[in-house]
């Protein structure tokens, strides 16, 4: 069917915390994301969620049941990019965001860290993807890190343990002029 072969692993399973990428065009990146930190929490491991370009205020159904849950999410942004009104503020904003979540890769306490939309600081080239890969690289050996978003850069993909990219197909939108939904989209 996609042309790889499914198979048991042989041989001992190694523990090592995974770097994953979801990316592509299509939907469902940061919907997979939260499918891990909802699986992650259930086992009782520390999680927490830092959303890039998502504004403090975002109240999506994600922020809502997070915040119901007790799961931490940390959006820090002022929207979409292409609708920025000041973009070297949208670029600050990002930084500022990737310095705490930063500091975060090495909590011995955390097991899973989210670093959503976080493909468009490299894409932009707002950040250095040599030293946002060295530092996810470099993280504490055991910690998961899903990073999502569009436009991964190659040297992400390669540094990444498992890769996923959402392929669009069709979208209610661009085929009958469908709005964003809640529940659906947000």
């Known amino acids: 069917m996609d042309g790889i072969e499914h198979q048991p692993v042989k041989g001992p399973r190694k523990k090592k915390g995974l770097l994953i990428v979801n990316t592509g065009n299509g939907k469902g990146k940061t919907t997979a994301a939260l499918g891990m930190v909802l699986r992650a929490w259930g086992r009782g491991m520390a999680v927490e969620v830092y959303q890039f370009i998502k504004p403090p205020t975002a109240n999506f159904g994600e922020h809502r049941a997070a915040k119901r849950l007790g799961i931490p999410v940390y959006p820090l942004g002022d929207g979409f990019t292409w609708k920025s009104k000041d973009l070297e503020r949208t670029r600050a904003l990002a930084l500022e965001q990737w310095e705490r979540a930063r500091a975060r890769l090495m909590d011995p306490e955390l097991s899973l860290l989210v670093l959503d939309e976080f493909t468009y600081l490299l894409h932009y080239g707002w950040l250095a993807t040599a030293d946002a890969v060295e530092a996810l690289v470099e993280r504490r050996p055991m910690l998961h890190v899903v990073v999502t978003g ?37």
């Open 150 to 186: 569009r436009y991964a850069p190659a040297a992400l993909v390669e540094a990444a343990d498992l890769v996923t990219e959402m392929t669009l197909v069709k979208h209610p939108y661009r085929e009958q002029g469908i709005k964003a939904q809640p529940g659906v989209e947000f």
